[in-house]
């Protein structure tokens, strides 16, 4: 080889290695630019929602509240005098609110996150004239506890419906007479003297449910609203030892579709014996996942397994052995590698 290809070969090879290397900044620029950008997209959107939540609240207060309450409690005095009992009540609200709030409201969608979550009072729903299921609850919990009755939320962790969509759901249950509670559901139209137990799940296959009162979990409620139901009994266990207070997922799988049904708005955990009786809801073509958690300080323990109810389960036994890391430890790693990567580029802006 003469000198003169020797040459020519290295400068194309320096030049294709050039190409290379400039095509490389190019595409990391390029990238930090998308990130950059989607960052600052999101801070600003971030601001707007929280300006807009901010003074729509202070009108809300300043202008609306008063003249809100006044409204409902004049028409919970109107639905008084026009009802002879509390069944005749509960209907009365119903109707009002469907057709004041229901039927004229829109849905929160998840851009509302910070309008939604700026309070919980019913009448800042009605102002402004938006709301799903747990806040037409909350309106129509409202009435009833203006009107005299005794009334109570009941909600599910999740569903899956009869064309395969993932949700959850919540609505209200009324004692009437101090004996019996019924059912109350302002977005369905659902109100006694009709038993609408069982409407839920003519609809849709439902993970356990529970009522809750002042915000606590406090009476399993699933086999008055599914028809077939198991009653399973988990244990966790590690190195054949019962885990105490571990808590407790749960996730139905139909049709190849999944939806968590314990874990989120339905806590569980075991107790000190390390044992949670659950109950689920038989259905065809339909197992659960189990998963336990003991969590630790930065990591947890983890166990799994899947079942197929309807041949009297009974006792699950789950060994909770599995190391990974929780929440808190994930978020420390990538702060601590944030910082190094910031830390890096500030000594390297020094050499240069």
């Known amino acids: 080889m003469d000198f003169k290809n020797w040459f020519t070969q290295k400068r194309n090879s320096i030049s294709s290695r050039l190409d290379h ?42 202008y609306a509240a008063e003249d809100i309450e006044a409204y409902l409690s004049k028409t919970s005095e109107e639905i008084l005098i026009k009802s002879s009992n509390e069944t005749e009540i509960v209907q009365n609200i119903v109707n009002w609110e469907l057709r004041e709030f229901v039927l004229t409201s829109e849905r929160f969608q998840i851009q509302d996150l910070i309008l939604r979550g700026i309070s919980t009072k019913p009448s800042w729903y009605l102002f402004l004239n938006k709301g799903n299921c747990g806040e037409l609850g909350i309106v129509f919990e409202d009435m009833a506890n203006r009107t005299g009755l005794t009334c109570r939320k009941v909600a599910i962790n999740g569903f899956i419906d009869l064309e395969g969509h993932t949700e959850n759901h919540a609505w209200s249950e009324v004692l009437l007479n101090g004996t019996e509670w019924v059912v109350a559901d302002s977005g369905f ?10 409407n839920y799940s003519e609809i849709w296959l439902l993970g ?10 406090v009476e399993d409620r699933t086999a008055h609203y599914i028809p077939n139901t198991e009653r399973i009994i988990v244990m966790s266990t590690r ?33 000190e014996s390390g044992l949670c009786p659950v109950t689920l809801g038989v259905y065809d073509n339909t197992s659960y996942t189990l ?16 079942i197929i109810l309807g041949n009297n389960t009974g006792e699950i036994k789950i060994e909770v052995d599995q190391p990974r890391p929780n929440a808190a430890s994930a978020v420390f790693i990538v702060l601590i590698i944030t910082t190094l990567c910031i830390w890096r580029h500030i000594l390297r802006k020094k050499q240069i």
Do not use: W
């Not at 930090?32 to 009108?59: E, N, P, Q, S």
């Not at 885990?243 to 107790?271: A, D, F, H, W, Y």
């Not at 998963?291 to 899947?306: A, F, P, V």
């Open 21 to 62: 290397q400039s095509f490389c900044k190019t595409g990391k620029f390029l990238l930090r630019c998308a990130v950059f950008g989607i960052v600052i997209i999101m801070l600003l959107y971030l601001i707007y929602a929280t300006i807009y939540a901010v003074c729509a609240y202070a009108i809300y207060s300043h």
């Open 189 to 198: 139209n659902f109100y006694p003297p009709a038993d609408h137990y069982f």
């Open 208 to 217: 356990p449910v529970y009522a809750f009162e002042d915000g606590a979990q």
């Open 291 to 306: 998963r336990i958690i003991d969590l630790k300080s930065i990591y947890q323990y983890e166990g799994e397994t899947g």
């Open 239 to 271: 190195g054949g030892e019962a885990i105490p207070n571990c808590s407790i997922e749960i996730e139905m799988n139909n049709n190849g579709k999944s939806q968590r049904v314990v874990g989120t708005t339905i806590k569980l955990k075991t107790n």
